[in-house]
């Protein structure tokens, strides 16, 4: 195509609202454009994008036996009251009422509505497995929409939904997406590692999250150096410590903090290390309020917590909520004396003697608390985030962190939303069964962003081959007929020969076509010019590594065929 043909507004400057490099490259290179927070237009080069993603997706899910339908964007209350999520789900369901007075919602994800077809429309055991997916429209009122296509709250996503007759039909329907999701994310170009996920608000037993590995990610990523064991930071596990100090008892001993409220503080103040404080931390439910201990060089997980005490969020209290349980200001909560709420610790503080902890007194902590004589621990559980070093908790190895982007997700839910809707099967003896799910998902949106933030230099995208908006930019420097000439042919040359190619036909000067070529990043660049010409050559640079090749136009497809299936 033409680039007189395309809405291509390309950028000179960083926009100021772009915080990744993504969000700036996607608005730099006329990507998108933002329409309202969180909702964007996909202009012409961003939508090429987006459909050559979604074209792998389906590839690879229709040869992995799944078939292709379309859900409404808007579903019915009554669905999500039958799961219980028309309350549970919060505020980032957009709900609305039509001119009945009905109410509606945007579908954030669609467990319900596929349960729903399946209920009415499948029978028998004989029909399954079975498995659903589309690509279409979300939409989630995220509290913070931001970094463009990343977090948005319209986006485009790759849904799927698995029913089997049973667990084990199950599991081989699990496997056989993140089979399909390995192949698409490779087959996209990017680098990526699945990890063991926690499943959030929609639920289940075993999921996994598929990363893209890249500085900017939100996530982190634990795994090991020397085994297969790789989670989500917020799911890592980590081992009850097996060293117990035997350290003599001393006595319980108050001291005067005046104004250290940190653990780096207090631990300056007092010239300790911070592994031999323990911080106490006060939470609400939302039900009622827990005290939980960490110690001081560890952080606290809290989706572990939630987990722990069977809710879907914690919360630090509110410092009047603190003050108003320990008589202290925020920063000298401690266990000893703390009155009638429930403590949990993590396993680090189970073998720890003689602790500095808070001593619920403004200014003042203790030295020599002990677990037993001072102060009783209701419950100790892995409460901690993982960290660099700790050992792996199966399988060899010591554990590195990495941050990434979450792609895609796949669930076993198991009967959870079949039981909740009764979506159920005869089996072989004619008696009813609950239908056991997986549902699975991809970010289109999100998938692109995350091709850029681990593609790309100062100069613009560098796009994986696979799903470059264009394979080849052509780009002639001259005005004279012989370059024009020359470009014409080349560009059916390589349309033949089955490239995509954008010709900058502007009557721009070189300087500004390559800028904005390398801003736009498809992977190969052919440069024609009266020069090159008479030499009987046009220039082939490939946009990752800058290399430049001169050669006879005759031969460019040739290069180019190479050039594809290797480096670029
Ligand atoms: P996150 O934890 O990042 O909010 P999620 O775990 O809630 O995402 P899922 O329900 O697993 O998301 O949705 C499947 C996929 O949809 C995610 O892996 C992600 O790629 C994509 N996705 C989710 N929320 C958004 C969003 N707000 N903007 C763009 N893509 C999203
Ligand atoms: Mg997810």
């Not at 090991?224 to 117990?244: F, K």
């Not at 621990?377 to 700790?390: S, Y």
């Not at 809707?421 to 069964?433: F, H, P, S, V, Y």
């Amino acid at each position: 195509m033409k680039t007189s043909q395309l809405l291509i507004p390309t950028l000179r400057e960083d926009p100021v609202e772009a915080e990744t490099v993504s969000h700036r490259l996607m608005l730099r290179a006329g990507l998108i454009r933002k329409t309202a927070a969180g909702i964007y237009t996909y202009l012409p080069l961003g939508l090429r994008v987006i459909r050559k993603i979604e074209q792998i997706i389906r590839e690879e899910m229709n040869r992995a036996g799944a078939q292709e339908l379309l859900m409404p964007i808007a579903s019915p209350a009554e669905l999500w009251k039958e799961t219980g999520r028309w309350d549970y789900y919060g505020k980032e369901l957009l709900r609305f009422k039509d001119r009945h007075e009905r109410d509606f919602c945007l579908g954030p994800t669609h467990e319900e509505v596929i349960t729903d077809l399946f209920r009415r429309e499948v029978r028998s055991y004989r029909q399954l497995p079975l498995n659903f997916y589309q690509i279409q429209t979300k939409f989630r009122d995220e509290i913070r929409p931001r970094f463009g296509l990343m977090r948005g709250r319209e986006f485009i996503m790759k849904d799927a939904y698995s029913f089997d007759s049973d667990e084990a039909g199950a599991r081989t329907s699990y496997q056989k997406m993140y089979d399909a999701y390995t192949r698409i994310f490779t087959r996209c170009g990017l680098t990526f590692r699945a990890v063991e996920a926690d499943t959030g608000l929609i639920g289940g037993d075993v999921s996994h999250e598929f990363m893209v590995l890249a500085e900017t990610g939100e996530a982190t990523v634990a795994y090991s150096d020397q085994s297969a064991y790789a989670a989500n930071l917020e799911r890592a596990e980590v081992l009850p410590p097996t060293d117990i100090d035997d350290a003599p008892l001393r006595h319980l001993t108050p001291v005067t903090t005046p104004q250290c409220r940190t653990v780096e503080e207090v631990t300056a103040f007092l010239k300790i290390p911070p592994r031999q404080l323990v911080k106490t931390l006060i939470y609400n439910t939302g039900k009622d309020t827990v005290a939980v201990l960490i110690r001081g060089d560890h952080e606290l997980n809290e989706v572990k917590l939630a987990r722990l005490l069977q809710v879907t969020e914690v919360r630090l209290a509110e410092s009047e909520a603190v003050k108003s349980l320990t008589g202290a200001p925020v920063g000298f909560a401690g266990p000893v004396g703390l009155p009638g709420v429930r403590i949990v610790a993590d396993h680090a503080v189970h073998g720890m003697k003689n602790l500095v902890v808070g001593a619920n007194r403004a200014d003042t902590h203790y030295m020599d608390a002990n677990q037993d004589r001072d102060f009783k621990i209701d419950q100790f559980a892995d409460l901690r985030n993982a960290q660099a070093g700790d050992p792996s908790p199966r399988g060899a190895g010591s554990l590195t962190l990495a941050k990434g982007i979450e792609v895609g997700q796949v669930f076993l839910l198991g009967t959870k939303y079949s039981k909740s809707m009764n979506a159920t099967i005869l089996d072989e003896k004619g008696q009813e069964r609950l239908a056991v799910m997986g549902c699975y998902g991809i970010g289109v949106g999100r998938t692109a962003a995350a091709a850029i933030e681990q593609n790309h230099d100062d100069k613009g995208i560098i796009w994986p081959f696979p799903i470059a908006p264009f394979h080849v930019h052509l780009l002639p420097v001259s005005q004279s007929t012989t370059t024009a000439e020359a470009t014409a042919r080349l560009y059916e040359d390589l349309l033949a020969g089955g490239f995509e190619v954008l010709w900058d036909d502007r009557n721009d000067r070189a300087g500004v076509k390559f800028n904005d070529a390398d801003l736009i990043g498809a992977p190969i660049q052919v440069v024609v010019g009266d020069k090159g010409l008479a030499d009987g050559v046009v220039e082939v640079k490939v946009r990752r590594s800058g290399v430049k090749s001169r050669i006879a136009p005759s031969d460019v497809v040739h290069h180019l065929r190479i050039l594809s299936a290797t480096t670029a």
